[in-house]
């Protein structure tokens, strides 16, 4: 049950963050947010509030790699550079419940 509830969360993760950055892209030509790094960045520091949940994020998403580092050697999730690069791509709101679905997988004992 918990499993598929992760894999569930990554999978609206992925989708509902990227259906804004679809429309970004269309209308900006800023192609998943790296084609124009300058309007990237000065919309995520364009102001204080922006730039509180900008640091907020990336502060979060570096304790993640850390923290995702140690959990996947100490349970042996070998996926755990498949989750890294999907978060840096399409960003931690997938990226984190994916790796709690693999580390589940991992944990549960598999019956057929």
């Not at 984190?96 to 997988?105: I, M, Q, T, V």
Request: glycine share 6%.
């Amino acid at each position: 049950m918990k499993k598929r509830l992760y894999l569930v969360l990554a999978i609206v993760g992925f989708i509902w963050p990227s259906i804004l950055v679809v429309i970004e892209s269309v209308e900006t030509g800023n192609i998943l947010l790296y084609t124009d790094f300058s309007a990237t960045f000065n919309g995520m520091f364009g102001n204080r509030i922006s730039t509180i949940f900008s640091i907020d994020l990336l502060y979060a998403v570096c304790v993640f790699f850390i923290w995702s580092y140690n959990e996947a050697r100490k349970y042996k999730t070998k996926q755990v550079y498949l989750v890294w690069i999907l978060t840096m791509l399409f960003g931690l709101a997938g990226g984190f419940p994916l790796f709690l679905y693999f580390r589940e997988k991992q944990l549960t004992p598999q019956t057929h």
